[in-house]
């Protein structure tokens, strides 16, 4: 089989999605070089991490951690830009599930009940195919072994991109972009939203706006990546 894989890379080379270089041997998605700069975080196990910082004075989380250090033009922005933008849903299922046993392994994240992931418009899930933070959402919730929760939370309505909007311009733009159909469903738990990419944390923010009335419930955040600011 790798004989053959070998032959036909040989006709139609696998490049690397970062730097562009053909893949050999076992190499996907990203060559050894590129996997090597991967910036990852390890911040699950840290309160007060640099994820949870961000959050602070704005969402009461238990935990809140992210595997990936994101600015622009570094390994993590093509890794995004893969899942986002171009369709790689393998790419998100392998995130997810690293995502997950970085949960697992810090044991903050221990008695989380339900996964939740930011839901998509349904105009823009529909047009993408896909919610990249479902499918994370739905890795996280296998390692963690809770149930997983994709439409009680749902988008009111849509929301213009937010990428060249400023903090307070983002936050506006958010503002009740957020419902829960069956409040009750999460009365008592403990919830973890997931995100991919954690920017001024708005969307994050305006999640909680939408359930921060549900009686006793707690609300961890993990995203895949937090970009730096
Ligand atoms: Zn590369």
Not at 75 to 85: A, E, G, L, R
């Amino acid at each position: 089989m790798s004989i053959v894989r070998d032959i036909l890379r040989l006709i139609f080379p696998d490049l690397c999605y970062h730097c562009g270089e053909p893949l050999v041997g076992d190499e996907r998605n990203l060559c050894t070089l590129c996997l090597s700069k991967i910036p990852w975080t390890h911040n699950a196990s840290h309160p007060d991490n640099d994820t949870e910082l961000r959050l602070v004075g704005r969402i009461p989380v238990v935990a809140a951690a992210s595997l990936l250090q994101f600015h622009k033009g570094n390994v993590t922005q093509s890794i995004v830009h893969q899942i986002k933008y171009h369709g790689n849903t393998q790419l998100a299922h392998q995130f997810g599930l690293i995502l997950g046993e970085e949960l697992k392994a810090s044991h903050r994240f221990d008695d989380i009940d339900i996964v939740a992931p930011v839901p998509l418009h349904w105009w823009r899930r529909m047009r993408r195919g896909y919610n990249q933070s479902q499918i994370l959402a739905a890795e996280v919730a296998k390692v963690l072994q809770c149930s997983l929760s994709v439409h009680n939370i749902y988008r009111r309505r849509h929301t213009p991109t937010q990428t060249h909007k400023n903090r307070q311009q983002r936050i506006d733009n958010m503002a009740s972009a957020f419902a829960v159909h069956h409040p009750e469903q999460f009365e008592g738990k403990h919830l973890l939203l997931i995100d991919d990419v954690l920017t001024t944390g708005a969307t994050t923010e305006a999640c909680y706006h939408a359930l921060q009335s549900i009686p006793n419930l707690r609300i961890s955040v993990a995203t895949l990546a937090i970009a730096t600011t």
